[in-house]
């Protein structure tokens, strides 16, 4: 997290320098850009190590699910404030255009310096699994298309086209909020409840199949963490069957499902001696 977030305030110092020496407000609609990520980083980084916090009275299942709120509430501070007012100077620069510009070659250059840095930040989080790594992938991605944006403009107004100041600027606001969606429906899902896919149902059903046990059913899993799920099964057996019998097949089931499944943190089994349906929905 040190080295991304050393990278993101190099490129934001690059980009801020380029804006005095420039005037081009692409490149400051892009130094904006560079300084929400930095906030998402210090902001994630944070919520990522108050999530390990163990669990407690008021929070049974833990604290994995902070990532997704904060993560949720800053695409929904970027849609509304950031996004939209880089749009609204955009179709103002658009509408009342600057004659010129200095040194747009000096904005050339430090926009051709960024985005390398950028790619190198994508590159370095592209194989890294968990939330926090593909948010900050997928912000370096988009801070790159953003830097990308800049770049064409920049090159239109050294052409003298100077009303494409305001169209990258809009182009880097949509791409702020087509990415702080993107951020809001990722984590969205999880905080709503997320089931594993049907496919999961259907080994842990396949793996219930041993002796004493004649069927699961009612199964219900959600995520409590990504990564983390907590499952919820009856287990159908022989009416007959002692409470002492039963209960040490229920413990072994347990313990072999949390080592065949380690993404099952949490296990409840209930016992009785019907069947039913194999999910159950609330």
Known sequence: ??????????????????Y???????????AMHSLVDILLLL??????KASRRAADRRHPMGHGLIKNVASLAISVAFITVLAFELLKEGINRILNPEESYLNPEIALYAELLVLFLLLLATTIYLRREGIVSRTVMFESLNDSLSTLAALLGIIFISMGYTSFDGIATMAIAILIAINSIRLFLENARFLIGLSPPDEFYSEVEKFCQREGIKGVHEMVATYIDEGAIHLDMHVTVDGGMSVEMAEKLIEDLANDLRKRFPEIKHISIHLCPHLGEKRKFY
């Open 1 to 18: 997290m040190k080295l991304i977030l050393g990278i993101y305030l190099l490129t934001l110092t690059i980009k801020l320098f380029a």
């Open 43 to 48: 902001i994630l980084a944070t919520a990522s």
């Open 20 to 30: 005095l020496f420039t005037g081009i407000y692409a490149i400051l609609a892009d």
